[in-house]
């Protein structure tokens, strides 16, 4: 078993509520439901704030044209064939690349890759400046891939569902590279690593 510590002093969350001590034992806030069936999007966001996952950061290039964004709605779909899926919003600038080029590279972060999980997380940022830090390579695709990433997957798009806000690429995995490094997380706005449990 692992826990969750924070990865950088500077993304440390603010004091418990309530005046708690960190590991004080309280009880889990019970919100009632209302009757109908819809969620609001401040519960909905509020929920997802404690789920932790891992940080990717999702590229992609058109010609000569490149960029990317950090993103955590990533996740497998199948081995056979080897399958992959990214949530990416409509209005992201890599938005446009993915839908041109028909590929994308998924680079799942290492804790020491902070610094370029928030490059690619920070609006306004030309394509420069966010690939300004690391070394970036190429593998099938031509999609920008991170050197020293925990995990990368080259990927071909073969199927796009539009979802809300969203739009779901579902990519054929065409490249891999693994490396056995402590994976960067994310929970409740910080960045964070696995700690050891007893």
């Not at 002093?9 to 069936?37: H, K, N, Q, T, Y």
């Not at 938005?95 to 902070?114: R, T, V």
Request: charge should be neutral; hydrophobic fraction near 40%.
């Amino acid at each position: 078993m692992a826990t969750v510590q924070d990865a950088h002093p500077a993304f440390r969350p603010s004091a418990s509520p309530c005046g708690l001590a960190r590991g004080a034992e309280r009880m889990p806030e019970i919100v009632e439901m209302p009757a109908s069936d819809t969620v609001s999007d401040a519960d909905f966001k509020t929920a997802m704030r404690q789920v932790t996952s891992s940080v990717a950061v999702i590229t992609a290039r058109s010609g000569k044209a490149r960029n990317g964004l950090t993103a955590t709605a990533v996740c497998s779909v199948s081995a056979e064939p080897p399958m992959m899926l990214v949530c990416i919003n409509r209005s992201a600038t890599a938005e446009s690349l993915i839908a041109e080029s028909g590929s994308f590279a998924i680079n799942f972060l290492s804790d020491q890759q902070h610094r370029i999980a928030r490059l690619f997380s920070t609006s306004k940022l030309s394509a420069e400046e966010r690939f300004g830090e690391g070394r970036w390579l190429s593998m099938a695709t031509g999609s920008p891939v991170l050197e020293g990433a925990v995990a990368t997957f080259d990927c071909k798009v073969v199927e796009r569902v539009l979802s809300g806000t969203h739009h779901i690429y579902f990519g054929r995995v065409v490249g891999v590279t693994s490396l056995d490094q402590e994976a960067l997380l994310y929970r409740d706005g910080s960045f964070r690593r696995l700690a050891a449990v007893g």
